[in-house]
């Protein structure tokens, strides 16, 4: 099936650890996004990248890293500089940055303990 | 700065009621609009796409409608049902933001037996 493939579902990091969040797409799409979701916030945007081995930060990307070495992969590292890293992580991808739809991966809960 | 606003935040209807949900923003240089579902601990699921030259989409009870010039669109659900209960998000791409997609709140639906 094509389709986003995000992993793991479920995250957690301990104090002053980097964890990387995983997402795969089988959609030959060239734009691939990072969100992040806290209750009452909405969706913000970390990081996208609109070809291979190139991306831009968001709104709030500072804590944060990424890489775009395959056009399929779109990897999202949380470092230790993320002071509140505990949210829900959403990954998305289009065909190009304007007229395509969007589509979501089921995304990845990650809990700091 | 350019926003998406979605009245009400949350919904409470009886089953098979005819609803509307908004969504308003604030610039009318689009490429498009996308309508998206939730559920709980879920990613998001695509709904309707409309093109910034479409006044309207529409699948099965759902139908989106937009109107660029004052800067809104709605969704429209026929015959409401339970199943029907989710968190339901706007998201618009405007013109200078890259393709970035820039979400509502979303407004939080309850379908009641």
């Known amino acids: 099936d094509g389709g986003i493939t995000q992993s793991p579902k479920y995250l957690f990091r301990k104090e002053g650890q980097n964890v990387t969040l995983s997402c795969e797409q089988n959609l030959n799409h060239d734009a691939m996004y990072w969100y992040r979701q806290d209750p009452g916030q909405g969706l913000r945007l970390i990081y996208y990248?609109?070809?291979?081995?190139?991306?831009q930060k968001g709104d709030i990307a500072e804590g944060y890293s990424v890489s775009r070495e395959k056009k399929e992969s779109f990897p999202l590292t949380v470092t230790s500089a993320q002071k509140n890293p505990t949210a829900f992580y959403l990954c998305?991808?289009?065909?190009?940055?304007?007229?395509?739809?969007?589509?979501f991966g089921q995304g990845t809960r990650l809990t700091v303990v | 700065k350019q926003e998406v606003t979605q009245i009400p935040a949350a919904l409470s209807v009886p089953e098979g009621e005819n609803l509307v949900l908004n969504c308003s923003f604030t610039?009318?240089?689009?490429?498009?609009l996308q309508w998206f579902r939730q559920d709980p601990g879920k990613g998001l699921t695509s709904l309707l796409l409309?093109?910034?030259?479409?006044r309207e989409q529409t699948s099965g009870r759902l139908n989106a409608s937009l109107d660029k010039s004052s800067g809104r669109s709605t969704l429209y659900i026929a015959a409401s049902q339970p199943g029907d209960s989710a968190t339901y998000l706007c998201?618009?791409?405007?013109?200078?933001?890259?393709?970035?997609?820039?979400f509502g709140q979303g407004t939080e639906l309850s379908v009641k037996p």
């Open positions: 610039d009318s240089a689009i490429y498009n």
């Open positions: 409309i093109q910034s030259s479409q």
């Open positions: 990248s609109q070809i291979v081995n190139d991306f």
């Open positions: 998305a991808s289009g065909r190009d940055r304007m007229n395509t739809e969007a589509f």
């Open positions: 998201a618009v791409n405007f013109y200078n933001q890259g393709g970035k997609l820039i």
